[in-house]
């Protein structure tokens, strides 16, 4: 399965609310994760079966989506939360979308 | 508290084989599995390969035939053995704790293991 991001780079200031896409080129049956990557960091989990919130992560975080389309929602930009984040699908093997690219405006 | 901790060596020659471990704490390797995720500079992660918690395999269809993980579950370690390394090999690699079905997926990281392949 292919995942697509969009979009690959995002400008946004802080407070607003943000929608980061991710497609597959098949049906991904809610196997979906996404993962927040800070400059120089590994990858964190945030978000996986869709909506489920990682242990310790702000509730400012949310997913949704079905079928091939999901979304990760800031709902309220932070400064740290400037990164570049990655969908991953789990359904079928394993891969991961090329990332979107949060900063502020 | 998980700890994952990649080691081996940061510079490799062309066609020559890399070999990293990943030291776990804070698990069982029986209970967990291990994947093993690369990525090149400024470029997304890849999955790579991941040794079950049950001494399964499974490997990225693309590397298949250069890969081989294994572990030690006596010295809660998991290695990563890749052959034929070209320069496109050449970024971070990251072992990580990942699912057994009923858990996250791949909810805790290594620092990464920096690896340059050149002559």
């Known amino acids: 399965i292919q995942l697509t991001q969009s979009p690959s780079l995002l ?34 989990l945030l978000i996986y079966n869709t909506n489920s919130l990682q242990t310790g992560i702000p509730s400012r975080f949310s997913g949704s989506g079905s079928g091939t389309d999901y979304t990760l929602t800031i ?31 | ?23 776990v704490s804070g698990f069982s390797l029986t209970s967990y599995s291990v994947s093993w995720v690369r990525q090149p500079s400024g470029k997304g992660p890849e999955w790579m390969g991941r ?3 049950d001494g399964d395999t499974a490997y990225n269809s693309a590397l298949k035939s250069r890969l ?20 496109d090999d050449t970024g971070t690699y990251y072992c990580t704790r990942d699912s057994n079905y009923i858990t996250p997926p ?9 690896v340059t392949v050149s002559s």
Do not use: H
């Open chain 2, 68 to 87: 081989s993980i294994s572990r030690d579950t006596s010295k809660n370690q998991v290695f990563l053995k890749m052959n034929s390394l070209q320069t």
């Open chain 2, 51 to 53: 040794m079950w918690y």
């Open chain 1, 75 to 105: 709902s309220s930009l932070q400064p740290e939360d400037v990164a570049t984040y990655f969908c991953y699908q789990y359904n079928n093997g394993w891969t991961f979308g090329g990332g979107t690219k949060l900063e502020l405006k």
């Open chain 1, 11 to 44: 400008s946004a200031s802080v407070g607003d609310r943000v929608t980061l896409s991710c497609k597959g080129s098949q049906n991904i049956n809610n196997y979906l994760a996404w993962y927040q990557q800070k400059l120089g960091e590994a990858p964190k």
């Open chain 2, 106 to 114: 791949m909810d805790a990281w290594g620092q990464g293991a920096s």
């Open chain 2, 1 to 23: 508290q998980v700890q994952l901790k990649e080691s081996g060596p940061g510079l490799v020659q062309p066609s020559e084989t890399l070999s990293l471990t990943c030291t």
